[in-house]
């Protein structure tokens, strides 16, 4: 199979990370015989030190050129990189919201998983990781509060920023359609998250997801407010199966949530249309500190990788011989600094993408 693939290596420690995926996505192919295309892209700084724009109209139409999108992470240091002294439409957060929206990636699938081998790196009680927990977070990632009207102004010299928070019905049903369908692939259990009790776009979005959970008989729905989610998320995250919730409900509840599994280093994710094309990312940041020093864990870009692998190709197969590798690796014993406990083997960046490699073959 020919696959094409728009790679985004961005800022920090993306490069480092994509490098590594890439080596696996080789093996992988080597193996199974396909042909990987890669072609690169600036995006974030990257983008603004070459051409002053952190997204350039050419970056878009070749990532729409290929089947998949592939990105490690863009950003820097925001209180002393030069890219936040510019205004924030052309600062580097500004071009991943810009893909999102001109790919009209609306669905972000966010797992959160703790690792039976990572158990000891989960913050929460004993109690509560020993029974473990497997969710996924469905977050809306092309409307509400990051794509409404904003502005700031000075009125009687009193400073005032405004920022609307928008959904009509449509943009929620084809999310909860998507929280749905994959809670059924799952433990069919569909929690949804909002502020219904203070916002109307909050009790717009109950009422749309109670009429898509009729066509869902066998799938059971919850609702749940956003700051009782927060509490429960380190209460009992083995309740969860798939939260299905709004933009920026879900970029707060997915930091949490990947928090909580202890290791933010290991969370893929992936961002998806209504097609097969989707772009894939790992759920962490750029790490401006770590840099450039082979210190960067690069398994969440990897199993980013096997995320593609599996819904934009549905090379199923393929998808199961990286997460494979990547739990051989852990229970071998090698660890990143981030995930590092008493008695493993400490690895680099490099390192770690060449034991999932030897895993893979
Ligand atoms: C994320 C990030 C982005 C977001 C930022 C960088 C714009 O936090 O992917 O969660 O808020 O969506
Ligand atoms: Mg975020």
């Not at 209180?79 to 009209?104: C, D, F, M, Q, V």
């Amino acid at each position: 199979m020919e696959l094409k693939i728009t790679c985004i290596p961005g800022d920090g420690i993306g490069p480092e990370i994509v490098a590594e995926a890439k080596k696996v996505l080789d093996a992988v192919a080597k193996k199974y015989g396909h042909d990987m295309q890669y072609t690169d892209i600036l995006m974030g700084g990257a983008s603004i030190d070459v051409h002053g724009v952190p997204l350039t109209d050419e970056a878009v139409a070749t990532a729409k050129s290929a089947d998949a999108v592939l990105m490690g992470s863009i950003g820097g240091d925001t209180t002393t990189s030069p890219w936040y002294k510019l205004p924030p439409n052309l600062r580097p957060e500004a071009g991943l919201l810009g893909i999102r929206k001109a790919l009209n990636l609306f669905a972000n699938l966010r797992p959160a998983v703790l690792y039976e081998e990572l158990a000891q790196a989960c913050p929460l009680k004993q109690e509560i990781s020993e029974t473990g927990f497997d969710m996924l977070i469905m977050r809306e990632l092309t409307g509400g509060l990051y794509f409404g009207e904003r502005k700031t102004v000075e009125e009687n010299g009193v400073r005032k920023a405004i920022d609307t928070l928008t959904y009509d019905e449509n943009e929620i049903r084809r999310i909860a359609v998507k929280g749905f369908d994959i809670a059924r692939k799952r433990r069919k259990k569909v929690t949804s998250v909002d502020k219904a009790n203070v916002l109307d776009s909050s009790r717009l979005w109950r009422a749309v997801v109670e009429e898509v959970a009729k066509d869902y008989p066998d799938v059971t729905l919850e609702h749940m407010l956003v700051d009782n989610c927060a509490m429960q998320l380190v209460k009992d995250p083995a309740q969860f199966d798939v939260i299905l919730t709004e933009n920026m409900f879900g970029d707060i509840l997915s930091d949490e949530a990947s928090m909580v599994t202890g290791s933010i280093g290991m969370l893929a994710s992936a961002s998806l249309n209504d097609t097969k094309f989707g772009l894939y990312e790992p759920s962490h940041g750029s790490a401006p500190d770590i840099a450039g020093k082979d210190m960067a864990n690069p398994i969440a870009t990897i199993l980013s990788a096997s995320m593609m692998l599996r819904y934009s190709f549905d090379l199923d197969k393929e998808a199961d011989v990286i997460d494979g590798a990547v739990k051989q690796v852990l229970r071998d014993g090698y660890r990143t600094g981030d995930i590092m406990s008493e008695g493993c083997e400490k690895v680099g960046c490099k390192r770690m993408g060449d034991l999932i490699v030897e895993r893979v073959k």
